[in-house]
């Protein structure tokens, strides 16, 4: 046994010494990868962004024709960073190509390198009217793809708990005309779910269908089928972004307002009808929806709802019978004002569900749970720009008058370094059904705290990143039934020189939870560090990785590589990482490259080791095969996972393959 550990060890290295394609299909994904932290790998926020992120790959924003909004839906780009790019194009015309961003100050190297994956720089529009429905079909780009899991393993619940067969698949379509029209759908299938069987006789388990289309006169952009929204900072409104604390010095503090499909295969935290954003004149913006939607959720004994269920899985009797047991109806507005740097708005948010949704609200911590059948929210939000400086903020209260409010506080304080502090309250009597900004508790309820972040470029190649974030809780929160404090501190380094990259990052996360009396609360510390070493060039590169975590009594690490090699129309590439913990506490995260629309970020603990192989081919250049190959060996138990999730073995491996073709 401690001959094969040794033995994986030895072989992360050897890893590193073959050339990999970190470069290759994707390598944003790395970049996103490298902002997140533990409790964003812990929420479902982070897949919203990622999904948004694979789609305005697929579809670059033209930055000759975007819109403010479009620019917006980039989230590494700051508000300065949009009005210059903005101003650039107004007074000196169409950018001729994407080397002219480097004449633009407020970008940097990193936001002109992103700007490659998810921006184009198009020709003269020759179409001013909208497009004829002949040219769309003709002219559109269609993509249809498919996606499997396969796994290797049997668990309990395959033989006897699960309805379906024990197969992960989805299916993709989707038809753009340039930025001007979209329109698909996509039909997914979790593990152990129906198919054509039982209440899934239509097949998948969830569809999303949606159309779009994009400056149709004063129509600047309208969405019908399912769609997101977000408006202000998203106190009010917003199932679109995942907002990391990391991540947040990219936005600087920027809020968002824009609608778009929903196209990933989330099967919560959508709208279903139509929106639209309407240009009422040069200063003045309307964006206004309506849904009807159903939703899952737990009843109680009199009907009404416990919970409103948002993980999807409908793979046993119990979960088939919270699909769809439940309605929402929205219907909603946000208002604009822009003004050269100061921008306003107010948004107005009514909600009515079909059954009263009532928690158990004996439970401390949810003692201030929404509860009823109606919901209103109403919010003003405000920004003023300044070359220097930048100041933006919301406002909200709820129909029973509580507030919550968020404001930033963005300073240019030399040339390289950025500072940005945030302030935010939220009443623990606020509540909000779609409300999602930056938080300590993953809620925007119960909660007031500071952040203070700064990026900071000395010298070229080398970046510096750091925030500390204090929040107070003034009622109790799950796990802790007394006020509670939390303290988050981070600190990250970037040395980049000619093809080698050093990353470092360490952070300090304090928390208060109960002792096991629940009399007090006893102080929970938590330690989490990593170090990066990355080498090569567009083709070539290798990288070699070590994470290390603790918390409490548990502590853990994980040592990891990755290597593989990019031919013309072929792509192969492999992954190795060994990892010890003391327990689940000790759990360690590491990104793992999967294939489109697939971002994954699993969790280790106990100890074992993780094997990846990856296989492109492009036969031609409008369809790509690709097949992953995971396997996970345990030393240290003979049972993987618990209840119907159980694998009776020590190995869990499975083979994902993915079809893609353009038409």
């Known amino acids: 046994m401690r001959q094969s550990r040794f033995a994986v060890i030895a072989a992360l290295f050897v890893l590193t010494a073959l050339p990999a394609s970190g470069q290759g299909e994707r390598p944003w994904e790395q970049l996103m990868a490298e902002v997140m932290t533990a409790d964003d790998m812990e929420s479902a926020d982070w897949e919203d962004t990622y999904d948004l992120l694979s789609e305005l790959e697929q579809q670059p924003v033209d930055l000759n024709t975007a819109s403010r909004e479009q620019l917006e839906a980039l989230p590494f780009l700051s508000d300065r960073q949009v009005e210059a790019i903005m101003d650039y194009r107004y007074h000196y015309g169409r950018l001729k190509s994407m080397s002219e961003l480097r004449m633009i100050r407020a970008l940097d190297v990193q936001q002109i390198e992103l700007l490659r994956y998810f921006a184009t720089v198009g020709d003269e529009p ?102 997101k929204l977000s408006a202000g900072m998203g106190l009010v409104l917003n199932n679109s972004f995942g907002l990391g604390k990391l991540a947040m010095l990219q936005q600087l503090g920027r809020g968002t307002n824009g609608v778009r499909p929903h196209s990933s295969r989330s099967q919560s935290g959508y709208f279903q009808g139509v929106a639209a954003t309407v240009s009422l004149s040069p200063r003045w913006q309307l964006t206004a929806f309506a849904s009807y939607r159903p ?99 919301e406002t909200a209260i709820n129909g029973d008058g509580a507030l919550a409010t968020t404001n930033s506080l963005t300073l240019e304080a030399a040339d390289g370094l950025t500072v940005m502090l945030l302030q935010r309250f939220f009443s623990y009597r606020y509540t909000a059904l779609y409300a999602r900004t930056m938080t300590e508790g993953g809620h925007v309820q119960n909660e007031s705290g500071a952040y203070l972040g700064a990026t900071w470029r000395p010298r070229p190649g080398l970046l510096l990143q750091a925030y500390t974030d204090y929040a107070y809780f003034a009622w109790a929160r799950y796990g802790a039934s007394q006020p509670s404090r939390a303290w988050d501190n981070l600190l990250a380094a970037t040395y980049s020189h000619d093809s080698w990259t050093v990353a470092a990052r360490y952070r300090l996360h304090l928390r208060q939870r109960d002792n096991e009396t629940k009399t007090a609360l006893d102080d929970y510390t938590e330690h989490r560090g990593r170090l990066s070493l990355t080498t090569g060039g567009p083709r070539l590169t290798a990288t070699l990785q070590a994470d290390a975590t603790a918390t409490g009594s548990d502590w853990g690490y994980m040592l990891s590589a990755t290597a593989g090699r990019q031919w013309q129309r072929l792509k192969a590439g492999a992954a190795g990482g060994y990892f010890r913990t003391t327990g689940y506490a000790g759990r360690i995260y590491v990104y793992e490259r999967g294939l489109q629309y697939t971002f994954s970020f699993p969790a280790f603990y106990g100890e074992g080791m993780r094997l990846m192989l990856t296989a492109q081919a492009k036969p031609t250049a409008r369809l790509s095969l690709t097949a992953k190959l995971g396997l996970t060996h345990y030393f240290d138990r003979s049972t993987i996972g618990t209840g119907l999730q159980t694998i009776d073995g020590s190995w869990q491996s499975e083979v994902d393959v993915q079809v893609r073709w353009k038409f």
Not at 152 to 166: A, C, F, H, Q, T
Not at 355 to 382: I, K, W
Request: charged letters at 20%.
């Open 126 to 227: 020759t179409e001013p009217q909208g497009p004829r429905l002949a040219d769309i079909w003709k002219h559109g780009r269609h993509e249809l793809m498919g996606y499997a899991r396969i796994p290797l393993y049997k668990r309990r619940g395959d033989e006897n708990g699960y309805m379906g067969y024990p197969y992960r698949h989805w299916l993709r379509y989707q038809m753009s005309y340039g930025d001007r029209v979209k329109a698909g759908f996509v039909g997914s299938q979790d593990a152990g779910e129906p198919f054509f069987s039982g209440r899934n006789g239509a097949g998948y388990d969830f569809y999303s269908f949606y159309v779009q289309a994009r400056r149709l006169g004063p129509v600047d952009n309208i969405v019908a089928g399912r769609y």
């Open 295 to 393: 939703l899952d959720a737990t009843l109680n004994a009199d009907s009404t709802m416990s919970t409103i269920v948002a993980d999807g899985y409908h793979r046993t009797p119990t979960e088939m019978n919270k699909k769809h047991n439940s309605h929402s109806a929205d219907a909603g507005a946000h208002i604009g004002y822009r003004r050269g740097a100061l921008h306003a708005g107010v948004t107005a948010l009514y909600t009515h569900l079909d059954r009263r949704l009532q928690p158990d609200t004996a439970t401390l911590y949810r003692r201030y749970s929404a509860q009823g059948t109606d919901f209103v929210n109403v919010s003003a939000d405000y920004g003023y720009r300044h070359p220097r400086f930048a100041l933006s903020g």
